[in-house]
């Protein structure tokens, strides 16, 4: 049996249906016996039979997308609440409405303004669109775009390296045990000129729904104050600034924490807030790999080889990262590093990826595993692996 709180969602949806203020759907917390399924978006679409409602089924490895008319839509949906799906997100020109069903039956109906002010086009074949909306007020504002909305010659690798970065994070949120989160809180420690804080941020909230709050942490004054006032423009609420230094920034209660391109150990100083704040997902791009390269002595039979300089430098580089994805194991983390975007758009590339779980480590396999690698190149220290101790 429905409890009240379905019955009002359902009863909004399919008043937005009728006097069209429905924008799109989504069907969270799957429960159900498809492995692979995780989550189902819901949207309009014009077709030579009329009006429909178009699923799509978002699963592991594949999408799979059905068409259907209201009456038989709808009849889906209701019985999916509760039974396989047990959360919902309707958004409307008038509210958005979140549905959250718990143990036993218990659910909660959250009501909020309007994510969205005008309908969504319902073209089937709609022209595949950059993650980032192009025309969006603050790459104007940061010069990525021209008044006109067009990208700028000297910024194309900016706007490969904003949309890459985009996709990727919301890749590894849809893998990890946010994918049905409908709230998230976010920090981007090092934002700087805050060119993927303000992506992240919008296509989180606005492409994907979601309540998300940002928080991007910089040292420079004039830059945490371009920003904002640029998220006052754009009327972005919950997104914040603020001055500070990523080594004492005291950070709690987060979700995604972020740091791209923080020189040096700030690399460091962003994991340890991270894990101690116990981030659900901490995404790190590494630059300026200078702590260890005067540390390292060679061993007799590789000195030959790490006398030049640029084969040193990126054996630092290889054993920094290598290092920090150890430590974060050791934390209670899975790890994988990859290479986010190709090296003609930022040689700075490597993306560290930590993934909390629940699964305790290894901690003295893993302390064996640092102490070798640090003996055996004649390291002394590394950050991260002091501010844990």
Same mark, same amino acid.
């Given at each position: 049996?429905?409890?009240?709180n379905?019955e009002?969602?359902i009863?909004?949806?399919?008043?937005?249906?009728?006097?069209?203020?429905?924008?799109?759907?989504t069907?969270?917390?799957?429960?159900?016996?498809?492995?692979h399924l995780?989550?189902?978006l819901?949207r309009?679409l014009e077709?030579?039979k009329?009006t429909?409602?178009?699923?799509?089924y978002?699963?592991?490895?594949? #999408?799979t997308?059905?068409?259907?008319d209201?009456a038989?839509?709808?009849?889906?949906?209701?019985?999916s609440?509760?039974?396989n799906?047990?959360?919902?997100?309707?958004?409307?020109?008038k509210? #958005?409405?979140?549905?959250?069903?718990?143990?036993?039956?218990?659910?909660?109906?959250?009501v909020?303004?309007?994510?969205?002010?005008?309908?969504?086009?319902?073209?089937?074949?709609?022209?595949?669109?950059?993650?980032?909306?192009q025309?969006?007020?603050?790459?104007k504002?940061?010069?990525?775009?021209?008044e006109?909305g067009?990208?700028?010659d000297?910024q194309?690798?900016?706007?490969?390296q904003?949309n890459?970065?985009? !996709?990727?994070?919301?890749?590894?949120?849809?893998?990890?045990?946010?994918?049905?989160?409908?709230?998230?809180?976010i920090?981007?420690?090092?934002?700087?000129?805050?060119?993927?804080?303000?992506?992240?941020?919008?296509?989180?909230?606005?492409?994907?729904?979601i309540?998300?709050?940002?928080?991007?942490i910089d040292?420079?004054e004039?830059?945490v104050d371009?920003?904002?006032?640029?998220?006052?423009?754009?009327?972005?609420?919950?997104?914040?600034?603020?001055?500070?230094?990523?080594?004492?920034y005291?950070?709690?209660?987060?979700?995604?924490l972020?740091a791209?391109?923080?020189?040096?150990?700030?690399?460091? #100083?962003?994991?340890?807030?991270g894990?101690?704040?116990?981030?659900d997902?901490?995404v790190?791009?590494?630059?300026?790999?200078?702590e260890l390269?005067?540390?390292i002595?060679?061993?007799?039979?590789?000195?030959?080889?790490?006398?030049?300089?640029?084969?040193? !430098?990126?054996?630092?580089?290889?054993?920094?990262?290598?290092?920090?994805?150890?430590?974060?194991?050791?934390?209670?983390?899975?790890?994988?590093i990859?290479e986010?975007?190709?090296t003609?758009?930022t040689?700075?590339?490597?993306?560290?990826?930590?993934?909390?779980?629940?699964?305790k480590a290894d901690?003295?396999?893993? #302390?064996?595993?640092?102490?070798?690698i640090?003996?055996?190149?004649?390291?002394? !220290?590394?950050r991260?692996?002091?501010?844990?101790?």
């Amino acid at each position: 049996m429905m409890t009240e709180n379905i019955e009002k969602f359902i009863d909004e949806l399919t008043k937005s249906l009728s006097d069209e203020t429905f924008v799109k759907m989504t069907l969270g917390n799957y429960r159900g016996t498809d492995a692979h399924l995780q989550k189902l978006l819901i949207r309009l679409l014009e077709t030579k039979k009329g009006t429909r409602l178009f699923f799509l089924y978002r699963q592991e490895t594949r #999408d799979t997308a059905k068409n259907f008319d209201f009456a038989e839509g709808l009849k889906i949906i209701k019985e999916s609440l509760g039974t396989n799906f047990f959360s919902g997100h309707l958004f409307t020109l008038k509210n #958005d409405f979140q549905l959250d069903i718990g143990k036993k039956g218990k659910s909660h109906l959250n009501v909020g303004k309007p994510t969205f002010k005008s309908k969504p086009d319902l073209s089937h074949n709609r022209a595949k669109k950059a993650l980032v909306d192009q025309n969006s007020f603050y790459l104007k504002a940061l010069g990525i775009t021209t008044e006109a909305g067009e990208i700028r010659d000297k910024q194309q690798d900016k706007w490969r390296q904003i949309n890459k970065f985009v !996709e990727t994070l919301g890749s590894l949120i849809d893998k990890s045990v946010l994918a049905n989160y409908q709230k998230l809180k976010i920090v981007d420690m090092g934002s700087g000129k805050g060119y993927l804080t303000f992506a992240a941020f919008d296509f989180f909230k606005i492409t994907r729904g979601i309540d998300v709050s940002m928080t991007g942490i910089d040292a420079r004054e004039e830059l945490v104050d371009l920003c904002r006032d640029i998220a006052k423009a754009c009327d972005f609420e919950n997104l914040e600034f603020e001055r500070g230094l990523i080594s004492n920034y005291e950070l709690s209660d987060v979700n995604i924490l972020i740091a791209l391109h923080a020189c040096n150990t700030a690399t460091d #100083d962003a994991i340890f807030r991270g894990i101690r704040a116990e981030a659900d997902l901490i995404v790190v791009a590494p630059c300026c790999h200078q702590e260890l390269r005067p540390q390292i002595k060679a061993p007799e039979f590789l000195g030959g080889i790490l006398r030049h300089g640029v084969i040193l !430098e990126r054996e630092a580089e290889t054993l920094t990262d290598g290092l920090r994805a150890l430590l974060l194991e050791r934390s209670g983390y899975s790890t994988k590093i990859f290479e986010f975007i190709s090296t003609e758009h930022t040689p700075k590339n490597n993306m560290i990826v930590g993934t909390r779980t629940a699964k305790k480590a290894d901690s003295e396999k893993v #302390d064996a595993q640092i102490t070798l690698i640090k003996e055996f190149y004649g390291i002394k !220290e590394q950050r991260l692996e002091n501010l844990l101790a």
